[in-house]
């Protein structure tokens, strides 16, 4: 298990941040490799400096982390840091066509990342879903305060799951208009700090200390549910905000979704106990031994101690962690709205027999023009949503606008939702559409208490809404969209362009972004199309 990766204690590593420049300074050759991750299979992978996994991510709030990418791949690439705001630096967000074009074939983009939140993060590629082939890792940003609870250790526990095939090859059968839709699902396998989930190495106790256990789901499409039985995990944080204190049992994490829980291990070595991690997805088949997968890791007080047997208790019965439970430790109150956006998902047919998901209308595809690049080339009319084209799905926002999402799913999928640029507070589920089984207990409707937790990925759950509310205090432009790339893949997504009026006098955007279109072929001026004003001929045509 990664002690901060690499078996560090929490005081070597505080002597490592001591000794830590500003700037914390990455070079990143990003290439294929051929690898065996989940035990069974043999493919082809991304990986950075031929490894994968390739190592976590440390700074320390107000650190400039500086990541030199290279891009060996045949195909652009860029990375996104999940769960940072860019404020002031939007043009590093890494939104392949949305702000920026990707690193072409060969060629270097170095990201300078202000480092001005703390918390659990990670870092992926952003372009061509190259995450879900293994462009990912832990982003962990040390804060320079003191945490809700005191801990003595920190450890990362990363969540992956793991497909036989290529993202390239998956979609092709989901968009193939000459086979049924959907296709049979894929079964992925679990990998837990980036190896096969059978073969993880224990997680190490010593009777009485604190441990700070830092899980990221890094999926692109399953769930993950974590716990240590006969152990109580007191969540502190999630998705980089601070949590009031709170005691579950379990963890049950979205694709993109994380958590920090403080753990107090028992005060004798008599035992060992095992710790839980199940791969599932509520929406595909459940098939014994394929979905869910269960995985069992050692807890280990002492070598050769004998495991405790504990009763597995019903996964109904459990308390799993809960978002609309949580609450924001700086205590920030409910939001009023300004403005609210109530959108339904859906997945549709058109007439070109392919198949697309949709936030209400019709599905999300990039335009011609990053809108980045129209924001700033456009002048006044960039405050006009038509330019963007209508396949961009944008929402230009005012400043500090107070936003409300409504997210509908009347359907059997679920949905993890993430935002760019910003963090939600959650405030409320409750039931939409109706549920499959005419048997199944009505859906209740569950609100937040107090201060609602903030967090910048949220579930839709099957046959539910759920509503979040952000302050538009980040002019930029920031993509919505489904964490399950699948449904991002197939139109799954809106754009906010916020406050461009005011990105345009702030903001600059840096020479060599420029230069990276150019070679590609890319316009970097006009409207979605690369036109004046409201010309949009040459945008792809709207799927009917």
């Known amino acids: 298990m990664f002690r901060l990766s690499l078996g560090f204690t929490l005081v070597a590593i505080e002597l490592v941040l001591l000794a830590q420049a500003a700037r914390v300074v990455h070079d990143w050759d990003i290439g294929y ?20 996994p390739f190592p976590p991510v440390y700074a320390t709030k107000g650190d400039t982390l500086v990541i ?7 195909l652009p690439t860029s990375i996104h840091a ?12 890494g939104a392949g066509l949305i702000t920026q074009c990707g690193i072409p074939p060969g060629e270097n983009f170095t990201y300078e990342i202000n480092a001005d939140q703390a918390g659990t993060f990670w870092i992926h590629g952003h372009y061509n879903h190259q995450n879900v082939d293994g462009l990912r890792t832990p982003l962990v940003i040390y804060d320079t305060e003191p945490a809700a609870l005191e801990y003595d250790e920190d450890m990362l526990i990363f969540l992956e799951e793991w ?19 959907p296709p049979p699902p894929s079964f ?27 899980v990221i789901n890094m999926s692109s499409t399953e769930w993950f549910k974590f716990s240590l039985p006969g152990h109580q995990l007191q969540i502190i944080e999630a998705d980089g905000v601070d949590s009031v204190p709170h005691t579950v049992d379990g963890l049950d994490l979205g694709p993109g979704q994380r958590y920090s829980v403080v753990v107090t291990a ?14 599932y997805a509520n929406f595909i088949p459940f098939i014994p031994g394929m979905n869910p997968r269960y995985y069992l890791g050692l807890i280990e007080y002492k070598p050769g101690a004998p495991v405790k047997t504990l009763t597995q208790s019903d996964d109904f019965l459990t308390e799993w962690s809960d978002d609309v439970v949580l609450k924001a430790w700086d205590q920030q109150p409910l939001m009023p709205v300004d403005k609210t956006f109530n959108w339904t998902t859906g997945t549709t047919k058109y007439s070109n027999n392919l198949t697309y998901s949709i936030l209400d209308d019709i599905p999300f595809q990039p335009p011609l023009v990053p809108p980045l690049f129209s924001v700033m080339s456009m002048g006044d009319l960039a405050l006009n949503d038509t330019i963007y084209g209508p396949q961009t799905r944008a929402h230009v926002l005012r400043l500090n606008e107070v936003v409300e999402i409504v997210v509908n799913n009347p359907s059997s999928l679920y949905h993890t939702m993430h935002l760019h640029g910003h963090d939600f507070q959650v405030t409320e589920y409750g039931p939409a559409g109706t549920q499959a089984d005419p048997d199944a207990s009505p859906i209740p409707v569950r609100k937040f208490s107090e201060w609602p937790m903030r967090r910048d990925t949220f579930v839709v759950p099957a046959f539910h809404y759920t509503k979040v509310r952000f302050l538009a205090d980040n002019p930029g432009v920031w993509i919505f969209h489904c964490h399950m790339d699948v449904h991002f893949a197939m139109g799954l997504a809106v754009t906010f362009v916020e406050a461009p009026d005011v990105l345009q006098k702030q903001q600059t955007i840096p020479q060599g972004l420029f230069d990276m279109c150019h070679r590609q ?9 690369g036109n004046a004003a409201f010309n949009l001929t040459g945008l792809p045509p709207i799927p009917s």
Do not use: C
């Open 521 to 529: 072929g890319v316009p970097t001026s006009g409207n979605g199309a």
């Open 33 to 52: 490799l051929t690898v065996n991750r989940d035990g069974y299979t043999t493919r082809r992978a991304i990986g950075v400096n031929g490894q994968l």
């Open 266 to 279: 028992h005060d004798t070595e008599q035992y060992n106990y095992q710790y839980n991690v199940t791969l």
């Open 163 to 181: 497909y036989s095939n290529e993202f390239s090859v998956r979609m092709a059968e989901v968009l193939n208009p000459l086979v049924p839709f």
């Open 68 to 74: 030199n990418v290279h891009n060996s791949l045949d």
């Open 188 to 214: 992925p396998y679990g990998l837990i700090n980036g190896i096969n989930g059978n073969d993880t190495t224990p997680i190490t106790f010593v009777p009485g200390r604190k441990y700070r256990l830092r």
């Open 82 to 93: 999940h769960g940072i705001f860019q404020k002031g630096t939007n043009y590093m967000d």
